[in-house]
Every structure is written in C-alpha cells, then in structure tokens.
C-alpha cells in the first residue's frame, strides 16, 4: 500500500515551530520501521536454523543403508526402509480416500448449496482444520482399532484422511470460486448436462489449482505423526500391502529413534528428519512457486 | 478476492435429469461427511470418556494426582502445564507475529514481502516431529547453556526462575510453540490488515501522520478485533500440538513450579502414555484429557473465526 504523505510546504515559521516534534515522529517512525522489520527477520530465523542443523546432523546418516536397510530387531545399524515403504502406501490410500470426498465437498459448497448449507460446511471443515491431530488419532483408535483388537495401516490412512479432507475442500472451494460463471452458462446453454459441466469445464478449469491444494495436503500428511502413534502404531517389520497390521511410517521413524537412548539411533533419525524435510520443502516449493508464478503473470 | 457473486453462478435449481440429481446428492453426501464427521469426534471422545467423568465427575478436572496403579485420575497438571507453554509461546509469538504481519502488509517492498511471506510459509510446512527432533537436541541444550543457565544464576533466587536448567521443560516447549505458531499469527494477521479499507490510512495520511502513526492510530485500531481472532488462532494451534512438545517438554507429573521445570501438555501426556494405558478406566480418563483439549479448541476456534470475519468478512463473501 504506496500511500504517500502529500508534500505541502507550510510558512517557514510553522514549519521552525513544529520541526521538533516533526524530527522526534520521523526517527519515532524509522525505528518502529526498523523493529518491524528486525521482526519479520526474527521470524524466519527459526527456518534456517532448522534446516541448517538437519542438513548437517542428518546429511552424514542419510545414506543407502538408511534407504534401502530394514531396521534390526535389537541395537544399531539398519535403515528406514520399513518407514519410507509405509509412507509410501498409507499416504496415497489416505489420498484416495480423501480427495474425491473434499472436492466433492468443495464442489457442493461451491456449485450447489444454499448459502446456509454452504457456511455450515465451510464451517466444520475450518473447526476440523483446527482439531488437534492426536484427538483425531484417538477418534480412528477407537472407530478402527479396538473393534479390531489390532492396530492397522488402514486406520492409519483413515486418520490421516481426515485431517487432509478439509484441506483440500477449503483450498479447492476458493479455486471453484474464481471460475467464471459465464463459463458455466456456456457450457450449460450448450445443453451440457449440470453434472457435465462441473465435471468437464469448471473442476477441468479449476484443475490446477486444486492439484495445489492437493499436493500441499499430502506434503502435510507425509508430516503427521500423532494420528500414526495409535492408529498404525509404527513397525520393524518390513510390510507391503498388509493393511490390518502395524505400518511404519517416517515420522514416526523419527520420534521412536529421537527417544531411543542410542546415539546410532538418534542420528538415524536425523538422517530420516531430512528426508521428510526434503520432501515436504520439495512439495511446497514446488507447489507455491507454480501458484506464485501464476499470480504474477 | 475481487470476485463479485456473477450472475447464475450458482447451478441450483437447474433442471437436472435423473444423472444430475445423483450427482448433486453425491456432493451432499460429502459436504455432510464433514460435517458428520465432526460431530462423530466429538460425540465418540465424550462417549469413550464418560466412564472416567462418571467416576471422578468434576474433580477429573481440578485432580491433582495421576497415579494409574491406584487408579485415581486427575487433569489439572495436564491443563495447567497446556496453559503454560501456550501462554509462554502467545506471549513471545504475537507480538513478532503482528509486527510481521504488519511489516509484510505495509511497510515491506513487494520485493521483501513476496519472498519473506514464502519462508514464512515454508516455516508451517514443517512436520512437528522435525521440530521437535530440532528443538530436543540442539535448542533445547542451546537454551539450557544460554538463557535458562543465565537466568538461574542472577534470578534463581525467584522461585519461578529456579531449577536446573537442563533445556528441557516447559520454557524450551514454550519456545518452539511460539515459532511453530507465528505463521498462523502472521497469515492471518496480514489478511485482516490488508483488508482495512485503504480510505483509512489515506485520511490518516492526508492529516501528515507517518507511516507507523497510520498504521497504529488508522489501520491497527479498526483491524483490531480480526488481530485478536489471529492470536487466538495461535493459541489454538499451540494447545493442540503434539509432538514437538511432547519431545521437548520432559516428563514432569505434577504442575510444574517454575519456568524451566519439566511438564506435560494434555497432548504430550495422551502422546506418551495412551499405547500403554489398560483398556478401561485408564484409557477413558487420557480420553477424556482430550475431551477437555476439544472443548477448549474448538471454543477458541468458533471464537477466532467470528473476529476474523468482523474485519475480513466470511470466507468467500468479499
């Protein structure tokens, strides 16, 4: 906001009599300035200094046995292979699950509630953005797990569904939002089914957007340990595919390695620290800076 | 968002055959899941937790002793060790939260703004547990040596500032709270403030005021209670979070007497203790810590989104 003072030119003997408390307002106002800034710096301090001591505390640990090695029953060595395979299926089986319910969401905000339906939904999905992930860990546990006397993969993905699925609804109904109505009465004054033109012109205009919101929700989940710890408990056994039994997951990979009382441990849990980092800093630099760049131009 | 409500926006009550209506009643199905789900976390937790609040009523809550081999349950160091660290972390994160926001809205060249709005983004981007990892071997120990060490010898004889400072307990949980919530403080913040109408400060301007007097005396005040919504925000988000506390906040069962003693946040006692908990009375009653965490969030949260819609306006609507 570029609003500028108008410079008027007062009598010189207003101007001597007020110069005073003028200079004091002026360097009043360049320090405030300065504060603010000094502020904003402050804030972005922390980021580097986590990343910085990621990299060099992770860096040496994240090699290929780290990748590629399971971890050992008893004491050190190993890797987090059984981590990253779990990752790697509960993410997308939590993805699954909850892209079509939030754009579906999104799309019902958007195209077809009244506008009471509309705040009600919008509504619970901003309390839900603010539910503390852990409860949602309780909520699956107690849904998922004790009928089932067993902690599962599935649970883990369901958890972590449902903290992605107001995420992506919120994010894909400010897409659905920018696109123009004119488009929808073309499409529809072609004779285009409803259903058709939300399919094949308003989420297909919208599409790139909502992958951004998308992308930003997975890079979430791949973070999220709470909703893990009494849902897919986390494992040192290798397993693919089996949803009813425990899964390990990368972050909680690292909160059971950062507690263990083995120095080989922790840094293990440095080098899968970075490795979440890395993916996750991937995502969203990627994501944003595509946005960004959209915005721009 | 400059978009005004165009004119047959809204697809409702459009013909519709047979294909359309399923398709409608599909999204509705998911809009409710939403909404159902919502309801079901809430109605499961207070189901699963009535049998501790049947057994111990309101004195769950103002409960001192957490003792499961007698089987006696009590909240209070919990909740008091919640407020703690998030009082700790609000305390330090509004104020650099705000004048951030405020930096970013008004002072900063776009140059500055556009790439310090994206580390500050960046900043909320990273997993708890990477936090916390951080926060237990390098601020932790960072802080113990440094403020706690110094602290303890000129002020110990506080008894708040008292204590070994080990660089583990509620202040170094405060700490990283306070970093892991200035994005939530700064994106919000800066939404409202850029939201007050540029006749504000074009007034102010027009009467000689500088530009920090406009932004106090023109742009704060009438943004005022959309800021308030954007702190407790914050809070809300440092209540709930989980791991990082849980990994810097030690293990500490009573309420904590001074700064640098070692605590547990409600979220950091069910992270480490419900996989252990027998099913029954122990496991309802860490159930019905989270009642407590839910009922608290979700209040500040209800309450947050209507100040930020005084100033901003509803979502969607501007």
Known sequence: MAVMAPTIKPSIAARLQRSRSDRRRAVFDRTMRTVALLAALICVVPLGAVILFVVINGAPALNLDLLTKTPKALGTGGGAATAILGSLQMIPLAAVLAVPIGIAAAVYVAEFSGSRSARIVRFAADVMVGIPSILVGIFVFTLLVLPFHQFNAFAGSVALALLMIPVVMRTSEEILRLVPGSLREASLALGIPMWRTVLSVVLRTGLSGILTGVMLAVARAFGETAPLLFTALGSRLVNVGDFGRPMDSLPVFVYTNARAPITALNQQAWGAALLLLLIVLTINVAVRARSFRRNVS | ?318
């Not at chain 2, 705000?98 to 994206?118: D, G, K, N, Q, Y």
């Not at chain 2, 023109?218 to 809300?236: D, E, K, M, T």
């Open chain 2, 1 to 318: 968002m400059t978009t005004a409500r165009l004119p047959g926006r809204s697809l409702e009550g459009g013909s519709g055959g047979a294909a359309d209506r399923l398709f409608r009643n599909g999204t509705r199905i998911a809009g409710g899941f939403l909404v159902v789900a919502l309801i079901a976390i809430g109605l499961m937790l207070w189901l699963s937790s009535s049998e501790a609040f049947g057994a111990f009523g309101l004195s769950f809550v103002t409960g001192l002793v957490w003792d499961p081999v007698a089987a006696v349950y009590g909240a209070l160091p919990f909740v008091v060790g919640t407020i703690l660290t998030s009082l700790i972390a609000v305390i330090i994160a509004a104020p650099i939260g705000l004048l951030t926001a405020v930096f970013l809205a008004e002072l900063a060249p776009r140059r500055l703004s556009i790439p310090l709005t994206f580390m500050i983004e960046l900043l909320a981007a990273i997993p708890s547990v990477v936090y916390g990892l951080w926060g237990v071997f390098i601020l932790g120990p960072f802080l113990g040596h440094t403020i706690e060490a110094w602290t303890v010898e000129h002020f110990g004889w506080i008894p708040i500032f008292a204590g070994p400072p080990y660089g583990i307990g509620l202040f170094t949980a405060g700490i990283i709270l306070a970093i892991m919530i200035v994005p939530t403080i700064v994106s919000i913040a800066r939404e409202v403030i850029s939201s007050v109408p540029a006749s504000q400060r074009e007034a102010m301007a027009a009467l000689g005021a500088t530009r920090w007097e406009t932004v106090t005396k023109a742009v704060l005040p009438f943004a005022r209670s959309g800021i308030i919504g954007a702190i407790i925000l914050g809070l809300g988000r440092a209540l709930g979070e989980t791991m990082a506390v849980t990994m810097v906040i030690g293990n500490g069962q009573n309420i904590p007497r001074g700064l640098f003693d070692q605590a547990q946040t409600i979220a950091s006692k069910i992270a480490t203790s419900f996989n252990e908990a027998s099913l029954g009375l122990q496991t309802s009653s860490l159930i019905a810590l989270g009642f407590i965490l839910l009922v608290i969030t979700i209040a500040l949260n209800v309450v947050a989104r209507l100040l930020v819609w005084r100033v901003a306006g509803p979502p969607g609507r501007s």
